[in-house]
Each structure stands twice: as structure tokens, then as C-alpha cells.
């Protein structure tokens, strides 16, 4: 939504609060069979996309949620080599994860191919890395994907989703974790972005729940800031096939890639739980 003076505004309506940026332009509007897509101009965070009305990606702020989407997990695996993103259209996450060398193949699998035709278009950073010959992008059903898939078949899974509402409903439920556990090799594991901690610990409680009744033995959270989300502190779970301890810290340090918010010791501090949370985490089975 803008106002009169050119502010995008985004409403919290349960949290009585909402977020806005000063917008230059509306650079593009449209409906997709999926959702609805705007792309602005803003006055200090770039560009930013907007779909149903949610804040996605800005040029200022992302790469703090597509760094934390994808090295922790990727240096928490022991041996990551294929890689598939459940949506991730806008291509951020993919370019990470092709930033690791020891990554063979990656697949995004992306609903709605116009997220991707129009961040190649207006955020060409994020999709620098869609011509390396490891990328696969697909624009077809993650959930079907999924379920199509061999056992045994993936290192690891990052569902890089909307809200869970629309379209990507159906990634936050018991049906879908047990297909990925599935299709995981034995060291696997799946990250799902799990909205903020201060707004929504429901689902971020109910998904705990849920991964580990579709069988998945550990769970763990992490966090990290993002301005332009729901109040400004995100978050992302991970589910192991086997164990989630593992950090290959020493990997980290010596990564041949530069990132402007990870590093090794922001990957043992993102794990560290707020007091609320270890409470929570304390009744979980
Ligand atoms: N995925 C998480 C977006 C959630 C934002 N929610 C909101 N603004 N209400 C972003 C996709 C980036 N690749």
C-alpha cells in the first residue's frame, strides 16, 4: 500500500504495528496465476519486492536473510553436494549456495516463474549465478516435486517460502516434512525460514512440533535481523535426518567466498536461544 507522500506501508494487523519505506518510483505492478507482484524504487533500501502486499527482498537487506538461509546449513552439513531451494524465485539463496565449491548440483524449484523473469530484470545481483552450469531452475509445484522424488536423493533442502499462507501453505504441514524426510541422504537436512520470533512463536512452536512428528529427531532454530520483515527479527529452523551439531568450523573460516553478514562466529552466535526460547525448546519432546 502507498500513501499520498510516497510511503510503501506494510501492516501487522494482529501485531498492531506495520513497517513502511519511502518509495522514488513504482517500477512495476502485476497478477500472476499465484500472487500479486509490485517491484518499487526506494529511497535508501533499492529496490524492493513486494508480493500480496509482504515485503520479499530489498537490494539493502537481503543478503542478510539469504546468507542465513543457506551457510549455516551448508557448513552444518558434513559433505553438502546437491541442494534443492522450494521456492527462492528471486534466485538470492541459489547464488549462496553456488558460492560453496563442494555444492555439485542445485535445483530451484520456484511455483511462479515470473518471481524469477522479474528479478533477473530488476535484481540482477541476485541472479548472477543462474548461468553456472551446477544451476537447475524449474518453475513447478515444490510439494509435487518432492513427493516425485527418490528416497535417498538430496543433501540438503532450504525452503525459501512466503508466509505461510497462498501459495506456501502447504510447505509448513507433517505431509511435506515427511516427504523431504524421505528424500534426504542420511546426513541430511531441511531449513525452512520461520518467521520472527517476537511476532510469530505459534508457528514457529508448532513447527518445532511438527518436523519432529514427521519424524525428524533434532530440530533447531537460528536468528538473525531483518529490517524489512515483520518486526525486524527473522528466523530459520533446521530438521536433521541425523545429527545438527556438526559445524565445520574450520571450513568456515577458511571459506574461498566473501559474505557481508556471515562468519564463523555469526554462525555459534545465531544458534544461542533467547531465554523464551530455551523455555520453549525445554518442552518439546
Ligand atoms: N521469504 C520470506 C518472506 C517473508 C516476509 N514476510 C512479510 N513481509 N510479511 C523471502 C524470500 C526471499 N528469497
Known sequence: MLNENNWFTEVYPKNGSALSLEVKAKLHEEQTPFQHIEIYETAWFGKLMVIDGCTMVSDRDNFLYHEMMTHPVLFTHPNPKTVWIIGGGDCGSLREVLKHPEVESAVQIEIDER????????????????????????????????????DGSVDVIIVDSTDPVGPAEGLFNQAFYQECLRCLRPDGILVQQSESPLFHMPLLTAMHQTMRNAGFPPTRTLFFPQFIYPSGWWSATMAGKGDLGGFREDAARAKSFSTQYYTAEIHQAAFVQPAFFSDFMATLA
Open 115 to 150: 518471481v524469477t523473469r522479474l528479478a533477473e530484470q530488476y535484481f540482477p545481483d541476485l541472479c548472477s549465478a543462474n548461468s553456472d552450469p551446477r544451476a537447475q531452475l524449474l518453475f513447478i509445484d515444490g510439494i509435487q516435486w518432492v513427493k516425485d522424488a527418490a
